[in-house]
C-alpha cells in the first residue's frame, strides 16, 4: 500500500526508523557514493568477521528514499557473506521495500553501489595485508 506521494508503508517506516544509523570507527571496509544530480550521499561502514559481515552502519545525507533504501541495504547485508551481499541489487533493495516511485529509483543504486563499495575497499585492504 502507498500513500499519496507514492511512498509504501515500508519505505515510510525506514524513512522515519531507520535501522543502522551511525559510524563504525575505523572500519574493515567503507563506501561513499554521491548523486550529483540530487544532491544525496550515502556512507556505508562494515565490520567483517570470517568473511561474513558483522556489523554494517550507515551515514546518508539526502531524502527520504535516500535514507529508507540506505537502511534497507544494511538490514538485506548485515549476517550475510560478502559474496551474498555483493549479489544484492538495486532490485533486491527496491523489492524489499515494496517499491519506489519510480522518481527515486536512483535511491536504490546508490544504497547498493554503497554497499559493493565498502566490500570492495574491504577486499583490497584484505589483498595488501
Known amino acids: 500500500m502507498t500513500d499519496q506521494i507514492g511512498y509504501s508503508q515500508k519505505v515510510m517506516e525506514h524513512f522515519m526508523n531507520p535501522h543502522n544509523v551511525g559510524v563504525i570507527e575505523n572500519p574493515d571496509g567503507y563506501g561513499k557514493v554521491g548523486n550529483p544530480v540530487c544532491g544525496d550521499l550515502m556512507?556505508?561502514?562494515?565490520?567483517?568477521?570470517?568473511?561474513?559481515?558483522?556489523?554494517?552502519?550507515f551515514r546518508t545525507f539526502?531524502?527520504?528514499?535516500?535514507i529508507a533504501t540506505s537502511s534497507m541495504v544494511t538490514d538485506l547485508a548485515k549476517g550475510k557473506t560478502l559474496e551474498e551481499a555483493l549479489q544484492i541489487t538495486r532490485d533486491d533493495v527496491a523489492t524489499e521495500l515494496e517499491g519506489l516511485p519510480p522518481r527515486k529509483m536512483h535511491c536504490s543504486n546508490l544504497a547498493a553501489d554503497a554497499l559493493h563499495a565498502a566490500i570492495r575497499d574491504y577486499l583490497e585492504k584484505e589483498k595488501k595485508a
Open 43 to 57: 556512507e556505508i561502514f562494515i565490520r567483517v568477521r570470517e568473511n561474513v559481515i558483522e556489523d554494517i552502519r
Open 62 to 66: 539526502g531524502c527520504g528514499s535516500a
